[in-house]
């Protein structure tokens, strides 16, 4: 069966960098479009980042444009979201979701991605 597993999450200064790891299995990871979202209390899911799976460009909220890298390794199964500036805004569970061979251009819609993991908490202080 589909699994997805992010790591990563923790708590750290405004201004201050995570990495999120999220590492697939069951699935023929390079041909699905990986995805970033999150979840703030009391907010909906929303888009974070994505990175398609034919030739890997990425897609990002403009919230986190330029402050977020969304990245994958077909080899190892991963996809990763390097966070730097983080703000206490960003605070939330971060959900990483895979949407299979979608040729698309809604990545930021949740409706795409059919697989969720169960997401890691990211708390940035001010």
């Known amino acids: 069966q589909v699994q997805l597993v992010e790591s990563g999450g923790g708590l750290v200064q405004a201004g201050g960098s995570l990495r999120l790891s999220c590492a697939a299995s069951?699935?023929?990871?390079?041909?699905?479009?990986m995805g970033w979202f999150r979840q703030a209390p009391g907010k909906e899911r929303e888009f974070v980042a994505a990175i398609s799976w034919s030739v890997s460009n990425t897609y990002y909220a403009d919230s986190v444009k330029g402050r977020f890298t969304i990245s994958r390794d077909n080899a190892k199964n991963t996809v990763t979201l390097q966070m730097n500036s983080l703000k206490p805004e960003d605070t939330a569970v971060y959900f990483c979701?895979?949407?299979?061979?979608?040729?698309?251009?809604?990545?930021?819609?949740?409706?795409?991605?059919?697989?969720w993991g169960q997401g890691t908490q990211v708390t940035v202080s001010s």
């Open positions: 069951g699935l023929a990871f390079s041909s699905y479009v």
């Open positions: 979701a895979a949407a299979p061979r979608y040729t698309g251009s809604d990545y930021a819609a949740r409706t795409v991605y059919n697989y």
